[in-house]
């Protein structure tokens, strides 16, 4: 019976990667903003950066780095992914937030899970931006979530953000929920105005 041999090229290999992998990942804390660019570039895609990726980009604040960090966790895909990206939806940094949103967006099967928890969550400017989070689903999946949401939201500014969303990305299923928070919010006009527009374009077939 012939030896394994364990000390080949295949071993090397995986030598090669955990150690660039080490690399890149304290790459990612350089003082050289090139070095952090090229470091998570690097990290695209593998799985097991992802917990350094999450933490370079609360830490990062050039927007060319933090724009690869947030590429690199899109490549990944998975669940870990948008957990890494969703605590970014609640920080005070209007362009961190901004490319939160715009990576989430990027990734509508993962993302969908979570959808009915931030749709949820305490926070109104939160659940306004889970809003936009809907506009890369399936029409009829961005229907049922941000129907669900109208139907039992108190904050007029977060039915308006849900309004817009299914306005242009919505299905005729959600003419009812539209008509209902109208009625609800029949003292703020923004709301009603925006309804109808909505209910328009849905039952033409232009949403």
Request: aromatic share 4%; glycine share 6%.
């Amino acid at each position: 019976m012939p030896l394994v041999k364990r000390d080949g090229p295949a071993a090397a290999a995986i030598q090669d990667s955990d150690e660039s992998l080490a690399a890149a990942t304290a790459n990612l804390s350089s003082p050289d903003a090139e070095i952090r660019w090229n470091a998570a570039r690097s990290l695209g895609g593998r799985r097991e950066a992802v917990p350094a990726l999450a933490t370079a980009l609360g830490a990062e604040r050039a927007p060319r780095v933090r724009e690869a960090i947030v590429t690199a966790l899109i490549r990944v895909g998975d669940e870990a992914s948008v957990r890494a990206l969703m605590p970014y939806l609640r920080s005070q940094d209007a362009a961190l937030r901004a490319a939160t949103v715009e990576g989430l967006q990027s990734l509508p099967k993962a993302i969908y899970p979570f959808l009915e928890l931030l749709l949820a969550d305490g926070d109104a400017d939160v659940r306004i931006l889970a809003t936009e989070l809907a506009r890369n689903l399936p029409s009829a999946d961005a229907t049922q979530v941000l129907c669900r949401l109208l139907e039992h939201e108190q904050h007029p500014n977060v039915c308006g953000a849900a309004i817009e969303v299914l306005a242009e990305v919505g299905t005729r299923d959600a003419v009812p929920s539209l008509r209902s928070c109208a009625a609800r919010f029949s003292g703020i006009p923004f709301l009603g105005f925006a309804a109808s527009t909505a209910i328009a374009r849905l039952e033409t077939g232009k949403g």
